[in-house]
Structures are given as C-alpha cells and as structure tokens.
C-alpha cells in the first residue's frame, strides 16, 4: 500500500471544503434540513418527552405569522432590499379588525379597511423605493414609524368604541384539527405555493432576480425596475397584513405594536435560509426552514428559562454569522 503524503492529505481536505461550501451555495435545503433535525434531538434531550404531536402542532402554529412576514422579506431582498414596516403593517391590520367588531358591518369591514391601508403603505414604499430611488432601509423604517403613527390615531378616535379580536380570527390563528394541523395552514399554504411559484416559475420573479444581481443591466436590458419594486412593495404589504391577522388570532390580542418584535427573526429567518442581503439569490423554500429552525431555537430557550434579551442577542448574532458566511461562499465562488 502506498503512504498518503501530506499533497495529498491538503488536497483531499480542500476538497471537502470546497464540496462542502458547493453544498452552502447551491443547496442550502440540505445543512439547514439537518440543522433543525439537531436542534429538535437538542429539545428532546434537554426536556425529555417534549417533542410529541401537541409540540410539532404548536410550533408549526406559531412560526405560520413569522413565515409570511418572511416571505415578504425574502422578496424584498432579493432586489438587494428590505422591508422593515413589515411589523407596522401586520399590528395595524390585526388592530384595525378588531376595532370594528362592534362598528355596522362588523370585522369584515375592518378586513377591507386594513388591507386598503396596508396597500396605501406599500404603494408609498414603492414609489419611494422605485421612483425617487430611496434606500429600502431607511423608506421602510420612515413608513414603518408613519404607520405606527396613524395607528395611535386610529386607536385615540376609536377608544370609546371597544373591540376585539373576532372569533374568526381566533379560529384561523389559535386552533387546529386533531391538534397537529392548525387552521392557519389554510391560509399560508396558498401563499406559500403562490411566492414559490412566483420566484420559480413567473417572468416577474425573474425580474426580481435580475434587478437584485445586477440592477444597472436589468434597466439597460429594458426592465421598468420602478414598477417592479412598486408591485413588490404592495405585495409585501399586503402579505403582512395577513400576518398580521394570523397573529392577531394567535395571541388573541390587538395592540399596535404586536408586530414589531417579529421583524428582526422574518430578516434572520431570510438570511438563514440562503437569501442574500446583496440581492440577486435565495428562495423561499429555504425561508421556511429557517423560520422552523428560530421557532425551535425560541422553544429551546424557553424551555431552559432564559429571557426574550437572550433570545434576541441570539437573532441578532445567527443574521452577522449566517450572513458572513453566505458572502464568503458567494465571493469566493
């Protein structure tokens, strides 16, 4: 037999290195598939017999408003941009239905109301984004304030009227059939279908694509980048308004700031599943399991007592590391 010398050895390890950074580029499904699968086996050992159907039921339960708000930041980023009115939106929606539960033509008026205002929000992010050419970050963080805005307006006028959280609502966001399958499923499995299909299969979602990888030759090629970015923005408002229903009937509470600490894990779920923060790369399929992986990671620290402050550091770490090493991959590819 012959000796392996140390050429040999360095060059068998840089291609497992290489194979492995492929595997991060090209396929990230797979390492974040096995993530979660190690963080679950993590909760069973940590808290022996947790992880059984009512578990699996309420995870899913809880990371269904958290995976339509990352939907919108997957658009988003995709163009190179993001959306941080996204909670703004979904706590004005939620409110606005439940403060007409006791008006004429009860919550679904309010449904009507909230999503034309959350269209009005997206409209103006868009042509902020798209014609006046505002930077994604600060428009959105400027509308994100303007709302929240007119939402304590809203809620000063209507303060003597009382409300509540429909019953429906509570039906769509809180329960579920046979304990496992919650309700809410009827309404992200639709739009969950509808963004893969959008990204995957649609000339608008190339477009997308194209103005996230390279914008200037997108606009040379003939692409009307404004009214790209105008449409995604009304979508991704759109889309947190639904959100913001579904968390409405999964907390049972309608306040003006409900959303607004999901913003930070829908931009860490996005950034954990393969979605560039530089734009031109990432898929929604790969969202999805990062939302599951921070869903599991909240049940985790749960479980083991720590406080929402860790839980946030923690966020706010995965978004640099995961971030980091997608760039690193990406430049050297």
Same mark, same amino acid.
């Not at 805005?149 to 307006?153: A, E, H, I, T, Y």
């Given at each position: ?18 194979a ?5 580029? +090209?396929r ?15 909760i ?17 339960r809880? #990371? ?6 990352a ?13 941080l ?10 409110? !606005?239905?439940?403060? &007409?539960?006791s ?9 009507? !109301?909230?999503l %034309? #205002? ?13 014609? &006046? ?6 428009m959105?963080?400027?509308?994100? &304030?303007?709302?929240l ?5 809203w809620?000063?006028?209507? %303060? ?20 496992? %399958? ?5 309404? &992200? ?14 000339? @608008?979602?190339?477009?997308l694509f194209?103005?996230? +990888?390279n ?6 090629s ?10 995604? @923005?009304?979508?991704?408002? !759109? ?10 009937g ?9 959303? +607004?600490?999901? !913003? ?9 599943g ?7 790369r990432?898929? @929604? ?5 990062? %939302? ?22 923690l ?7 995961v971030?980091? #090493? @997608? ?7």
């Open positions: 037999m012959s000796a392996i010398g140390p050429a040999e050895i360095a060059r068998n390890s840089w291609l497992t290195m290489a492995m950074r492929r595997v991060l580029r +090209d990230p499904m797979i390492p974040l598939l096995g993530l979660l699968g190690i963080l679950v086996v993590v069973e050992l940590a808290r022996p017999g947790i992880v059984n159907t009512p578990w699996v039921g309420a995870m899913i809880g #990371a269904v408003p958290l995976a339509i708000l939907g919108c930041q997957t658009l988003t980023m995709i163009t190179g941009g993001i959306d009115s996204v909670g703004a939106v979904a706590s004005m929606s939620g409110f !606005v239905v439940a403060t &007409f539960v008006s004429p033509g009860g919550w679904p008026v309010g449904l009507a !109301v909230a %034309v #205002a959350a269209i009005l929000a997206g409209f103006v992010t868009g042509v902020g984004v798209g014609v &006046f050419r505002v930077h994604p970050l600060i959105t963080l400027g509308m994100s &304030f303007v709302v805005g007119l939402s304590n307006v809620q000063l006028i209507k %303060v003597q009227a009382g409300g509540g959280v429909p019953r429906e609502l509570r039906w769509l966001g809180s329960a579920s059939f046979a304990e496992i %399958v919650p309700n809410s499923l009827l309404v &992200f499995v639709p739009l969950a279908v509808f963004i893969l299909l959008l990204l995957r299969r649609t000339g @608008y979602g190339r477009l194209a103005i996230g +990888d914008p200037v030759a997108a606009r040379l003939g692409t009307r980048a404004w009214q790209v970015l105008l449409v995604l @923005y009304v979508l991704s408002a !759109v889309l947190a308004a639904i959100a913001g229903f579904v968390l409405t999964l907390t049972n509470v309608a306040s003006v700031t409900l959303g +607004d600490s999901a !913003v930070l894990p829908s931009v860490a779920a996005a950034v954990i393969g979605t560039s923060i530089l734009g031109g990432g898929g @929604y399929a790969g969202t999805i399991v990062g %939302v599951l992986i921070l869903t599991v990671i909240t049940s985790l620290l749960s479980s083991l007592g720590y406080p929402e402050a860790v839980r946030q550091v966020f706010g770490s995965i978004i640099v590391a971030a980091a #090493a @997608y760039t690193r991959v990406t430049s050297e590819s």
